[in-house]
């Protein structure tokens, strides 16, 4: 038993050549791109706790059913439910000009008329922190601007000051707070996004500007005199909504029980159609499952692919699947998820059991001639909503993508369907369909065990 | 006197020399720049018949001021006043979604509320014209799309669908019209812009999708179901406005009543702050006139830069110069003017006398280190706001400058600072200042007269 328990993990070489067959059917298969089209086309716009959030859920229900998927059903998640109704800005003065904003997710509403003040501004979240009593009453404004990269590393530093700055800017006692859109473009669309409050703590209006208009704010502020501001937003809480997980498997026909898992989120920011975040992402699932499951004989384990709700406002999706299937996290023979747009996947890097190295050596090698590298160092983290269930233990891998311009439209009205490279969609369809089928026939599991993964460093 | 009459018009050497000079300053010279900065920052949106319509006035008399002009005044321009509140659409079946919509100038409102019908669409205005009554009753909606170029041809299609479309609508007993942006990208930022109407003939409101909303309707058209769209315009005229062109001078030496013509012209669309249409045109003239201003000898004849009032709804300001100008046109030596962009100057052609062709290969030598070709065989007409003094017999350039990105922005929200690039605005001031010098240093004319070039098949 013991030297059983040490084999290696390999994938059978008949199934490697059906992962080739595979790969090489999804360059060519439209299945992806039609429901990317479909989800921004019939549906749109989805954020959480909208009367699109369940439509969205219909959707994918419906397609998961055509796509031949053996069984269909959802897990609830509820959450606290956020609306935005209207949104303005504008500069009052020294020189009068209406700005592009937008509100965060969560930011509670400005008085009604709107909010006035002076603003006060920042390079950096580091020196919003040493502003002390500098921003009473006033309206803070970080600056800092992100460069486009093909990891899209400075979204790190931007999504910091969007989710850090207003809580800390309450506890200042700041009247409001606005980034410089976590973003890339110079378009007149600015970027939502959810921010943190702490429990208890104080709440401000928060938004987010674009890039040309927080360049005008600074350029005004550069002559030295004070710029006042109005911020008019209408939005805030709304009580709870309970939304759900929306999952189709292709049945494994010698484990059932054991999943690969895979999928994207459904949920949408409300500004653009979701096309790159994350239509993609369930496309390039549900494609991948699909093609899957139109192989002449069934995989040996089950290809589980989940469409998540409200990733967008905290991974309120992959938390409750996590909390619904930590006891099941053994049985997950590994998982990745797909929430980084629709740029071809350039690196793969995996958290798995020494033991299965070898069998992540031969996906890596089905996925070298997609463009693939593969980084043997990296850990794998499942993307964000299955990191949670990396977290309890489900070993994954990362299939990092190629963001160079996702942050030029990530969160803002832009997000839509024109943005979408098809052949760049099939080969994510390639990777997911090949690796997933090579996991579903592997002789031996990837390591994923209560527990397992813990220091591996792997992020979302 | 017949001989005399006769003698090809040539530019002196010194005059050649000192056009260098200017030329190659220009590179280096931070005016234009600052000017382009200042207008966008302290003015921004400036709708003709706006409140900063005035204060666009205001600031373009200060700057003359400040930058050494000896002679600064105003001359009355009246026309109609349109006004923008508020725009919305939507599609409302089979798929609702939001739509980003703009009106277009002199666009009547919608009914209170709202107007809902069913969309016809048509690829081209010829398929719209075949229509008949078809479209009684219906939204009319033409989805030609416009490529980039370098000349930005394209523009003849587009602008015309807006101009005459909506009127060609309206007589087939349409209830609205819209067309896809008459504009190059793929962003969520409607292209504007006026239309035409009848004299006593029907009008109907009037709209531009931007790019990926016109695809979004298309996408659900060709779904074979009709689609419902709803459209809500508060706009329309509101009386009339007396704006001015504002006009600074260096006064010529030798022959003061003799001006060379540059400009370009002030108010803006209002979804932006008119930095590539038209801050660019004002601030390259402007700075090519003070650094004429600025060598130690005033230039033999004067220089004149106009700052047009209302180019944007039908070239009222050049409309009015030329009448009232039109008696003086003999004493307009030559002209042209700056409005398509900031993009580099790469061709000179021009309108003029023969006798004047070698006079004209002496300023397109000196332009030619810039970059700029000189073609022999085309027209020169002046630009946008010059050309109706060009109509009156006027000697004329056409400065045509790359404008591959310019219909991205145009009349649009993202008509900001940042898509100007200082290097190229600088190569335009270059040419404007060296031309613009070297015409008024030439002894002799370049054939301006009542009723010269009639057929010289020049556009805007
Ligand atoms: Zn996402
Ligand atoms: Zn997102
Ligand atoms: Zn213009
Ligand atoms: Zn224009």
Redesign the pocket.
Known sequence: AAALAAAPTRIPEDAVRTAITLRDRALHDDTAWNLTESLTTEIGPRLAGSDNDLRAREWAIAKFKALGFDKVYTEPVTFPKWVRRSEHAAIVAPFPQPLAVTALGYSPATPAGGLTGEVVLFPTLDALKAAGDAVRGKIVYVGFRMQPHRDGHDYGIGSTIRTHGPALAAKLGAAAFLLRSAGTDSNRTPHTGVTQWEADGPRIPAAALSAPDADLLERMAARGKPVQLKLDLDCGMDGTYTSANVIGEITGSKHPEQVVAIGGHLDS?DPGTGAI??AAGVAIAMAAGHLIGELPKRPDRTIRVIAFAN??QGLWGGRAYAEAHAKDVARHQLGSESDFGAGKVWRMSASVKPEARDAIRQIADVLAPLGVAYDAQRPGGGGSDLSQMHAKGMAALSLTQDGTRYFDW??TSNDTLDKIDRDELDQNVAVYAAFAYMAAQAKGDFGSAPGAFAHDGAED
């Open positions: 920011w975040d994350d990733e967008e990530h969160h």
